[in-house]
């Protein structure tokens, strides 16, 4: 996207952009054209599709084309829409052996429960972040905020008409150094849901830098959104088909 900023620059770019979400049949409403705007205004936050590469470099135009079907594809693959994946890893035995040593009183079969409800849990964890934009993604659309699908901008989640950039985080020690490094001098608000010190929410902070106040946009509504997310799509969460759990 990089690339194609500097080679066509921003009117351009934008006018590509929206031909090409309108072949594409992406709906208005998920604002590219704000996504778009975004990158433009501020390159350094536009992903470089050509990251690493030697040959076989995109062309602006296909930069453009990458750009735009990621933006689809992250929308269309939401976790309320989609499959997660099961773990690729077997539990390691010698786990277990550490929890009969330090906890006797507990049977093979408890010390095996302990072992994959770890195992639930981090698959939980794993989609716990993916839900949460979703939800915002419902409550911040109808005040101005777009959601930037697949990634089309680095290490930031929503942005807005005004250019405004927004990166949410489920837990205050959940960032990453890249993410840190990329709103080092540069205008993005950052907002978590969880102080993982106190347990504190922070949805009345989220209010404070959206500039508005929005129905429902709080703890209890948003662990409704879960409940009726893994109810209407079980397999957004992936359990092992031998978990004990999941035969309980």
Not at 41 to 61: C, H, M, S, V, Y
Not at 132 to 156: D, H, N, P, Q, Y
Not at 158 to 174: A, E, V
Not at 197 to 211: M, P, Q, S, V
Request: aromatic share 6%; charged share 25%.
């Amino acid at each position: 996207m990089i690339s194609a900023i500097e080679a066509l620059g921003t009117d351009e770019v934008c006018k590509r952009v929206a031909a090409l979400a309108c072949q594409l049949k992406i709906a208005k409403d998920l604002h590219i054209d704000y996504v778009c705007r975004a990158c433009c205004d501020t390159p350094q936050i536009a992903p470089d599709l050509n990251k690493g590469k030697t040959r076989n470099l995109l062309t602006p135009e296909q930069c453009l084309i990458v750009w735009v079907e990621r933006f689809l594809h992250g929308y269309q693959s939401r976790i309320t829409c989609s499959k997660s994946k099961l773990p690729n890893t077997v539990p390691d035995e010698a786990v277990g052996i550490i929890i009969e040593a330090r906890a006797s009183n507990l049977s093979k079969e408890e010390v095996n429960q302990i072992i994959f409800g770890h195992r639930l849990a981090m698959s939980a964890e794993n989609i716990l972040g993916l839900l949460l934009e979703e939800f915002l993604f419902e409550k911040l659309s109808s005040v101005g905020w777009a959601m930037a699908w697949g990634e089309t901008i680095r290490a930031v989640d929503f942005c807005n008409k005004d250019g405004k950039l927004l990166q949410i985080k489920n837990r205050s020690n959940s960032e990453n150094s890249s993410s840190s490094k990329i709103r080092d001098g540069k205008p993005i608000e950052k907002w978590f849901r969880v102080n993982a010190a106190t347990g504190r929410y922070e949805w009345d902070k989220l209010a404070t830098k959206i500039g508005c106040r929005v129905a429902g946009l709080d703890e209890a509504s948003f662990q409704a959104f879960i409940k009726r997310t893994l109810q209407s799509n079980p397999n957004a969460l992936a359990i092992e088909p031998d978990n004990p759990w999941l035969k309980a």
